[in-house]
């Protein structure tokens, strides 16, 4: 380990009970937190910097389920909208498509019975072309083919919508793009899994990315709200359309960081204002959240 990740075990060790104190009093207060970590690929060969080996991932689902309620995407905008959640919450979300996931890391969560949202890029799958920032590095990667898509999503994992062609929508001003990337996107991959699809993340998921167009092209898409990856909680009464992820960091101290509540990653979270329409600001889309 490096200096970083010694200085953070150390932390953690020394805070855990304090920690534990802060969790039992926000779950009284019905504010606990729910957890989304996002990953890409669960492999023992690791070629880039988000790929996870098998052993670290299982032992991260194997500690989420003993510690948190599993739930479905839906039952965290749930709480967030009613203002309460008693217990601290976790569901498992996967970017891009990579085809070593169906090897051992969708076949664990299958037999968890973790919940799950595996959003994957529709020309990719499609075409059966490795992604932009593979080949940009050097690295080609085998990416899911339609079969295995339709063999997990019949399987009970989620499958959503990480658009057409992992494009950055920091770059992108047009509208017509915008619609092909999202709606246009979303109702090609209904087609290939023959059920809805209601989840969408943005590629690369900073607040960069998350444009007000792009934003309500998914509303408009019908879609049920959008994730972002820039790292940070759910937490009740917060604007639920909004799902925020963290990244299921290959060293577990990191992972254990996140996943026992660091209040500082909520102070230095950034600000993602946007709006619905009807409404006009993010204050009316707030009000029209509240149940």
């Known amino acids: 380990m490096g200096l970083r990740d010694i200085a953070l075990r150390a932390r953690v060790a020394a805070t855990s009970s304090l920690r534990r104190a802060r969790m039992e009093e926000l779950c009284r207060k019905g504010k606990a937190p729910m957890y989304v970590p996002f990953y890409h690929r669960v492999a023992n060969n690791s070629p880039n910097d988000w790929t996870i080996s098998r052993d670290t991932f299982a032992k991260q689902v194997d500690y989420c389920l003993e510690h948190f309620d599993p739930v479905g ?4 905008q749930r709480r967030v909208r009613v203002n309460e959640s008693q217990r601290p919450t976790i569901t498992f979300t996967f970017d891009d498509g990579y085809a070593e996931n169906c090897e051992f890391a969708l076949p664990l969560l299958v037999e968890k019975k973790m919940p799950t949202v595996y959003f994957v890029t529709v020309n990719c799958i499609r075409q059966q072309e490795s992604f932009p920032h593979d ?19 019949d399987l009970g994992i989620e499958i959503g919508l990480h658009t057409r062609s992992h494009v950055d929508f920091a770059n992108v001003h047009s ?17 290939i899994i023959g059920r809805k699809v209601r989840y969408f993340a943005f590629p690369f998921g900073m607040p960069a990315q998350l444009t007000q167009a792009a ?13 972002s990856a820039y790292g940070a909680y ?7 359309f909004h799902i925020r992820r963290f990244h299921g960091d290959g060293e577990f101290n990191r992972f254990l960081n996140w996943t026992s509540f660091d209040p500082r990653k909520v102070d230095g979270e950034p600000t993602v204002r946007y709006f619905l329409p009807p409404a006009t600001s993010f204050a009316e889309t707030m009000a029209s959240m509240t149940v």
Do not use: M
């Open 73 to 76: 995407l839906d039952e965290v």
């Open 234 to 240: 759910n937490l009740p009464g917060r604007d639920a």
């Open 135 to 153: 080949c940009e590095s050097g690295v080609s990667l085998a990416v899911n083919t339609v079969s295995q898509i339709r063999e997990f999503s």
């Open 215 to 227: 934003i309500e092209t998914v509303y408009e898409a019908g879609l049920s709200g959008f994730c």
């Open 175 to 191: 509208a017509a793009e915008i619609h092909s990337e999202i709606i246009d996107a979303k109702i090609e991959l209904e087609q």
